[in-house]
């Protein structure tokens, strides 16, 4: 499978927990990206990155979220102390920019539920 | 205002209708247009990108009027598979991220 993969699919957690993300993107894909999705509403961008390098991270990227991509290849996405609120999808998406735009994809996504 | 701002619908259709969705977004500089359709709890996958002279593929078609800043998306002879949550997206500017609406529900009914 040559897609976005990620891992775990679905996570429960309780409430102050730490939960962590993996994303292994399209392998000649230079850019992924961090979605949040939850019922009803568009993807969120919460924060990108091209190669290893985090270019640009929404307000919704609290203190407790962070993301990594240290060797410019599959990233992680952390969220320490865990809230009800961050109960959601979680999309890695890639891309490779070029004349033809900018097309990114998807990867399943990996749902959290915070008990 | 939301960037990217689309009516949710849902849009209930019988098989066979023409159906059209309309998205605005707010961001004069915004680059690229895209059409994603998301199928319920999987992701969102690219239906089409979006040209100033407008493109189709088979039954769909999509308009983009940069005056107006706003897209279409055109649906003709609408399918039972059809059914989905049609997403708007916006992309450029000085932003690397894709800007989402949050989607438009169509049902197409036997």
């Known amino acids: 499978d040559t897609g976005v993969s990620q891992d775990p699919r679905h996570k429960i957690t309780k409430r102050g927990q730490n939960v962590t993300f993996r994303c292994d993107p399209i392998?000649?894909?230079?850019?992924l990206y961090w979605y949040r999705q939850t019922l009803g509403q568009g993807p969120e961008f919460l924060t990108y990155?091209?190669?290893?390098?985090?270019?640009?991270k929404s307000r919704l990227l609290s203190d407790r979220f962070s993301a990594e991509r240290p060797k410019g290849s599959f990233s992680t996405l952390e969220i320490q102390r865990t809230e009800q609120g961050d109960s959601a999808m979680y999309l890695c998406?890639?891309?490779?920019?070029?004349?033809?735009?900018?097309?990114?994809?998807f990867g399943e996504g990996s749902w959290l539920t915070v008990v | 205002r939301k960037e990217v701002e689309q009516d949710p619908g849902p849009f209930n259709v019988p098989e066979g209708a023409t159906v059209a969705f309309n998205c605005t977004y707010s961001?004069?500089?915004?680059?690229?247009f895209f059409w994603y359709r998301q199928d319920c709890r999987k992701e969102p996958k690219l239906l089409m990108s979006?040209?100033?002279s407008g493109n189709e593929d088979g039954r769909f078609t999509a308009q983009l009027n940069r005056a107006s800043q706003y897209i279409s998306l055109l649906i003709r002879d609408s399918k039972l598979s059809d059914s989905a949550t049609y997403l708007c997206?916006?992309?450029?500017?000085?932003?690397?991220?894709?800007?989402f609406g949050k989607g438009t529900k169509l049902s197409v009914k036997p």
């Open positions: 392998s000649e894909h230079n850019r």
């Open positions: 997206v916006s992309h450029g500017g000085s932003q690397g991220n894709l800007i």
């Open positions: 979006v040209y100033s």
């Open positions: 998406a890639s891309s490779y920019p070029g004349r033809h735009g900018n097309t990114i994809y």
């Open positions: 990155f091209q190669n290893e390098a985090q270019l640009e």
């Open positions: 961001n004069s500089a915004s680059q690229s």
